[in-house]
């Protein structure tokens, strides 16, 4: 392994969450240990052209230089910038992808990292675009005897009717775009025409929507990475003032949740919720890094909510601040990030795709 590693971190996109995605970036940036990396940023701007940015001001809001990214599959270091005066190369031993929601997440940017023939952190694309799909990854959830909510998916054009859904998944329930992130599109349902708004709301962001069941209890999150078994991070809690962890509550209103770390848990639950962690990124064939997403009613009941393949990294942020209070700290949570993206890397290198 080289003594310095070149570190394209690679950040924005098409996507709800283009503004989350840039915050997230300038923390894993101030949290990269410069001794040891060397950061390239590149952004990917909310029209989908990529983007070399000269200086890490861009990440605080400003102005700055940059060139056009053109992608090489499996040809020489695979990233180039476009000037002028010609191509140029830019070697990059591996990608830290800080993209949030559709096509960060979903296995897009992952196969193409993929045909480019680069290291990347996080999962792969089958992981990636089975966990973005919240209803692909409740069925795999449930195929694996781990404990999922009652659910139902709606296709555009083959809506079931109200009392016909609520006989099956009960009244209250949620709306969501199958697949998104950041509590984009959804609805808590609890009048038809709350459904038929809920479903006007969610069909904007997917062509699939899901109804779930309405579980009334806490929302406890672990963080998970990469170990033998997966290794886990202490439960945390969420407790928010709207009606329930909406994108607002999220980012936008700083009085909108209280993050309360370590969960106050009875002890056997709190190993019960890492246990259930753990044995959803496996199911899941999650690599890298994962949130896990739980609710936990008053008799100690556990459901598997969803999880998220590259959670968020801002200061508000569950990941890492569950990372922080297990005792690794944002800096050492990148490094452990980075080398073992490189160490997945090389170990798929070894595979024959030939005979």
């Given amino acids: ?36 990396f060397d950061v390239v940023l590149l952004w990917i701007d909310e029209e989908g052209a990529w983007h070399h940015m000269e200086s890490p001001r861009h990440l605080e809001g400003e102005t700055v230089a940059k060139s056009p990214v053109v992608l090489a599959p499996r040809r020489g270091p695979g990233f180039y910038t476009q000037s002028l005066t010609g191509m140029r190369a830019l070697p990059l031993d591996v990608v830290f ?9 979903d296995g897009t ?34 195929e ?11 296709r555009r054009g083959g809506s079931p009717c109200y009392d016909a859904l609520t006989g099956h998944i009960g009244t209250p329930f949620f709306l969501k775009p199958a697949n998104a992130g950041s509590s984009v599109g959804i609805s808590k349902v ?6 038929r708004r809920g479903l006007e709301s969610a069909f904007r962001y997917d062509n699939k929507v899901l109804a779930e069941q309405y579980l009334p209890g806490r929302e406890i999150e672990c963080s998970v ?3 033998s078994p997966p290794i886990v991070s202490i439960p945390g809690e969420i407790v928010t003032t709207h009606d329930f962890y909406t994108y607002e509550a999220k980012y936008e209103d700083e009085t909108g949740a209280t993050l309360i770390i370590p969960a106050s848990l009875p002890q056997d639950v709190a190993a019960q919720v890492r246990h259930l962690a753990s044995e959803a ?14 609710f936990v009613d008053d008799d100690g009941g556990i459901f598997i909510s969803e999880l998220n393949t ?9 990941f890492p601040l569950l990372w922080q209070s297990t005792g690794v700290s944002s800096s050492e949570l990148v490094t452990k990030l980075v080398y073992a993206a490189l160490a997945r890397h090389n170990e798929r290198q070894r595979l024959r795709y030939a005979r």
Avoid: W
């Fill in 144 to 154: 694996a005897g781990l404990p999922v909510g009652a659910f139902k998916t709606i």
């Fill in 310 to 318: 590259i959670p968020g990294f801002t200061s508000r942020s569950m």
């Fill in 281 to 294: 990124y496996t199911a899941l064939e999650c690599e890298g890094m994962a949130r896990v997403d739980f």
């Fill in 190 to 195: 609890r009048t038809p025409e709350g459904y």
């Fill in 1 to 36: 392994m080289p003594d310095r590693i070149r570190l394209g971190l690679l950040y924005g996109g098409q996507s709800a969450e283009h503004d989350v995605s840039v915050v997230s970036a300038a923390n894993v940036y101030a949290a990269t240990d410069q001794e040891h």
């Fill in 225 to 227: 990475m990469d170990g």
């Fill in 109 to 142: 940017i992952q196969g193409l990292l993929e045909a480019v023939g680069i290291a990347y952190v996080g999962a792969g694309v089958l992981s990636s675009a089975a966990c973005m799909d919240k209803e692909v990854a409740k069925r795999l959830l449930r």
């Fill in 97 to 105: 992808p800080v993209l949030h929601g559709t096509n960060g997440e």
